[in-house]
């Protein structure tokens, strides 16, 4: 119950198209949403996160999509750019306690 | 404005040794999380603590493996008598607790046992 799911594993995106990252919890007790980008050898930074009671939030070119009904989350990156190749985690926890990962997806954007 | 501060940025043992691994939070936050992260997969939840309490040890390995937030100082994860298998980053984490949710990780410890 405590499993976050997401997918796809991998994904190339061309230059200037939209990402699209999606995850699916199971426990309806989780109340923060957060995404995170890693790069290799470092450490995951936070990107953007939201709670149950929005239903999408925005912040420059990184949109979360949220369906509490459905249980499911996304990450909407705009205009996609090189740089951002990356793995990107999604992420829930309840009440500020220990966050369960999804298991990552590995963006290449292509120039 | 520091972020969270994690030390040695590499460490390597011999199977048997022990591994000491040190996580100081950002100013202001008092709960430290730690995270261990296998080669091609996500971050698993290993331990929560806040000032000289574990609140959550629920992913710590039942032996060999103890963590402390000690009233002045770092926090520390050590490994005793490392085996092949705990060659990982582990990662630290803080955050504000009951003033926010938001973790910030440190840039982790890379650890290999020969």
């Known amino acids: 119950q405590q499993q976050v799911k997401q997918s796809p594993q991998s994904l190339i995106v061309q230059k200037g198209g939209i990402s699209i990252i999606n995850c699916a919890y199971e426990n309806t007790a989780f109340d923060y949403f957060p995404w995170y980008q890693q790069f290799p050898g470092k450490g995951p930074a936070l990107l953007i996160a939201i709670r149950p009671d929005v239903s999408e939030k925005k912040e420059g070119r990184f949109t979360i999509s949220f369906n509490k009904s459905a249980k499911q989350f996304s990450l909407h990156i705009m205009d996609s750019q090189p740089g951002d190749s990356a793995t990107y985690f999604c992420a829930a926890s309840r009440s500020a306690r220990q966050l369960t990962f999804g298991s990552g997806t590995q963006l290449t954007v292509l120039p | 404005n520091a972020g969270v501060m994690q030390n040695p940025r590499h460490l390597v043992r011999r199977r048997g040794q022990e591994a000491r691994l040190r996580c100081s939070p950002m100013?202001?936050?008092?709960?430290v999380y730690w995270y261990r992260q296998l080669p091609e997969e996500g971050l698993k939840f290993m331990v929560y603590?806040?000032?000289?309490?574990?609140?959550?040890e629920s992913g710590m390995p039942k032996e060999r493996f103890s963590a402390e937030f000690p009233k002045e100082g770092p926090s520390i994860l050590r490994i005793q008598q490392v085996v092949r298998g705990d060659s990982a980053a582990y990662f630290c984490?803080?955050?504000?607790?009951?003033?926010?949710?938001?973790?910030?990780f440190g840039p982790g410890t890379r650890l290999t046992v020969l």
């Open positions: 100013k202001g936050h008092s709960h």
């Open positions: 984490a803080s955050s504000p607790g009951l003033a926010g949710d938001e973790q910030f």
């Open positions: 603590l806040q000032k000289e309490n574990i609140i959550d």
